[in-house]
């Protein structure tokens, strides 16, 4: 039996949905400490526009790569935020954990996309 290569995307992006809210289930996201950010030592900066980026976060000790918002960051830091289900999440992770998506524009305030990708 062959696959449904005109539907593809889709079933992808469901199972990734799936993904995700079974991991937010049997773990628990997790984010920078204080020390680690050390923002009574150094500048943040808060964008009012936020920018579409790709991250790695974690839940638990299980790691995805979702589509989130850069929010704010530091030099070695950025804070984003994501929605999983309806559910907006917001943790900070190493700059070197974020990717551009490519996409110029602004999002909205929601931030509503996302994927999950395990490895």
Same mark, same amino acid.
């Given at each position: $039996?062959g696959? &449904? /290569? +005109?539907?593809?995307?889709?079933?992808?992006?469901? $199972?990734?949905?799936?993904?995700? !809210?079974r $991991? #937010? +289930? !049997?773990?628990?996201?997790?984010?920078?400490?204080? #020390? !680690?950010? @050390?923002?009574?030592? *150094?500048?943040?900066?808060?964008?009012?526009?936020? @920018?579409?980026?790709? %991250?790695?976060?974690?839940?638990?000790?299980?790691?995805?790569l *979702?589509e989130?918002?850069?929010? @704010?960051?530091?030099?070695d %830091? *950025?804070? *984003? @935020?994501?929605?999983?289900?309806g /559910?907006?999440?917001?943790?900070?992770?190493? %700059?070197?954990?974020? &990717?551009?998506?490519?996409?110029?524009?602004?999002t &909205?305030?929601?931030?509503?996309?996302?994927? %999950?990708?395990?490895?």
């Open positions: $039996m696959t &449904n /290569k +005109r539907y593809a995307a889709q079933i992808d992006a469901r $199972m990734d949905a799936r993904i995700l !809210e $991991m #937010t +289930r !049997e773990g628990e996201l997790q984010t920078l400490s204080a #020390t !680690e950010l @050390r923002l009574n030592l *150094v500048p943040l900066t808060i964008d009012p526009r936020p @920018r579409r980026v790709l %991250a790695w976060v974690r839940f638990g000790d299980v790691p995805a *979702v989130a918002d850069a929010c @704010r960051w530091t030099a %830091a *950025v804070g *984003v @935020r994501f929605e999983i289900s /559910k907006e999440y917001r943790t900070w992770v190493w %700059a070197s954990a974020i &990717n551009p998506t490519g996409a110029d524009e602004p &909205n305030d929601r931030g509503d996309a996302h994927r %999950a990708v395990q490895r």
